[in-house]
T-cell receptor, first 112, second 117 residues
């Protein structure tokens, strides 16, 4: 059974500082996703990581994937208030068309 | 880009009534759609896989007779919560899988918030 663990679950950040969220998963997968969710809203896709060593960056967020370690990280550079939200990683089984298994989410709060 | 819609976006109903939620893929055909449920401050939990032209596959612990899923066309899946009770109040999110271009991309709908009184 595929399990996905995120940590930390809560992160209180100071503006301007850097932080990292970790996502571990239990079995081999060829697809890992990062999503953002604002309160009361659905999911906003941030990154799709498809191969070992994949790195993607968008603005202050950078995601990477190590399939050997079954680990993905979401790195936040110089946090700003707009980044306050809940971030989920999700992993797909190595089978086309299967659902995603989500981590518990990391709630980020940025304060000045 | 691909869009998935849900209707209604929110619904309030009395205990014991049934509620139907629609999930549509607007510019692609989706043979597979998924239904998730999210309780406040929790993650998304997969409820069932909806397959066009065949019976849905339910996750362990999800009552198939209570959560009826119909995937009648390549662009529409419906979830009916039958005899709803307050504990069914939740945020229901669907997703649709787009296989075009040889890649598999999953798009999420905007969600339906259900409140059962």
């Amino acid at each position: 059974e595929l399990k996905v663990e995120q940590n930390p679950l809560f992160l209180s950040m100071q503006e301007g500082k850097n932080y990292t969220i970790y996502c571990n998963y239990s079995t081999t997968s060829d697809r890992l996703y990062w999503y953002r969710q604002d309160p009361g809203k659905s999911l906003e896709s941030l990154f799709v990581l498809l191969s070992n060593g994949a790195v993607k960056q968008e603005g202050r967020l950078m995601a990477s994937l190590d399939t050997k370690a079954r680990l993905s990280t979401l790195h936040i550079t110089a946090a700003v208030h707009d980044l306050s939200a809940t971030y989920f990683c999700a992993v797909a089984n190595n089978q086309a068309g299967t659902a995603l298994i989500f981590g518990k989410g990391t709630t980020l709060s940025v304060s000045s | 880009g691909a869009v998935v819609s849900q209707h209604p976006s929110w619904v309030i109903c009395k205990s014991g009534t049934s509620v139907k939620i629609e999930c549509r893929s607007l510019d692609f055909q989706a043979t597979t759609m998924f239904w998730y449920r999210q309780f406040p401050k929790q993650s998304l939990m997969l409820m069932a896989t909806s397959n066009e032209g065949s019976k849905a596959t339910y996750e362990q612990g999800v009552e198939k007779d209570k959560f009826l899923i119909n995937h009648a066309s390549l662009t529409l899946s419906t979830l009916t919560v039958t005899s709803a009770h307050p504990e069914d109040s939740s945020f229901y999110i669907c997703s649709a899988v787009d296989f075009r271009g040889g890649a598999e991309t999953q798009y999420f709908g905007p969600g339906t918030r259900l409140l059962v009184l």
